[in-house]
Every structure is written in structure tokens, then in C-alpha cells.
């Protein structure tokens, strides 16, 4: 018998631990409620970890990926040619603010270019990496 002192706390599972139980509890031959109390989570919770993983609402996070960066020159447009505008020309920051925000140019090695705000979240820039690359 176990005697419990003081206030219970639920326990905070990581997504990692959530997907290999539920991966576990799939497997041919598992028998769900010994996995469930292999991991001491009750059989309820693991029924609802299996149902987000189904629905696409439970899914491990990519892992961060570093890509090479070369830091290259603005080209030089000369005064007589025949663009009016450099093509690397940043987009203005604020409508009327007359400032105009520093970007940031990634070129993939397929040659696909993406030009970024230099004041992007990491999460919308993993985002959009992972939409170009797929």
C-alpha cells in the first residue's frame, strides 16, 4: 500500500516521452493497458495521447538545422543602367516611416532566394524553410 503525504502534482510529460509510449501502445501485439501501466499513465490519458497523434495535434518538434552562410557584397548598380531600382533593395519598414528595415537574404542551394526581415521569430523562419525544402 502506498501512502501519499501532501499534495499530488501531475506530471509533465515531454512530447518525445508521449510518442514513444504511444508507439509502444501500436505496436503488433501491445497490450494497451500494460503499457499504460508500465509507464505508471493512466489508460484515459494514453487514449487521448493516441487521439492527438492521429489528428496530427500531438507531433514531435524538427529539430534545429544549420545551414552554411556566406556573407557577400551588395552588387554595385551603376548610375547608367538601364534598372531603376537594385534588385536586393530592402522593402520599407512602415508605410510613411520613411525607414526602411535591414533583411536578410537566404539562397538555398537549388538557387531558390528568400528575403526575410532581419527581425524574424525563429519559428517562422523554421516555417517557411521547411516549406521550401518539402
Request: a positive charge; one cysteine or more; charged letters at 25%.
Amino acid at each position: 500500500m502506498e501512502i501519499i503525504n501532501g499534495v499530488e502534482r501531475r506530471r509533465q510529460w515531454r512530447v518525445e516521452d508521449k510518442l514513444r509510449i504511444v508507439a509502444e501502445a501500436e505496436r503488433p501485439g501491445a497490450r494497451f493497458a500494460d503499457v499504460a501501466r508500465r509507464h505508471e499513465v493512466s489508460r484515459s490519458v494514453l487514449w487521448m495521447w493516441r487521439k492527438q497523434v492521429r489528428a496530427g495535434t500531438l507531433v514531435a518538434e524538427q529539430a534545429p538545422v544549420f545551414l552554411p552562410v556566406q556573407i557577400m557584397p551588395e552588387p554595385v548598380v551603376m548610375s547608367g543602367s538601364s534598372s531603376a531600382a537594385s534588385p536586393r533593395s530592402p522593402a520599407p519598414c512602415e508605410a510613411g516611416s520613411g525607414r526602411e528595415a535591414s533583411q536578410i537574404e537566404i539562397v538555398l542551394p537549388d538557387g531558390t532566394a528568400l528575403r526575410v526581415p532581419e527581425t524574424i521569430g525563429a519559428p517562422a523562419l523554421r516555417r517557411l524553410l521547411s516549406a521550401l525544402r518539402g
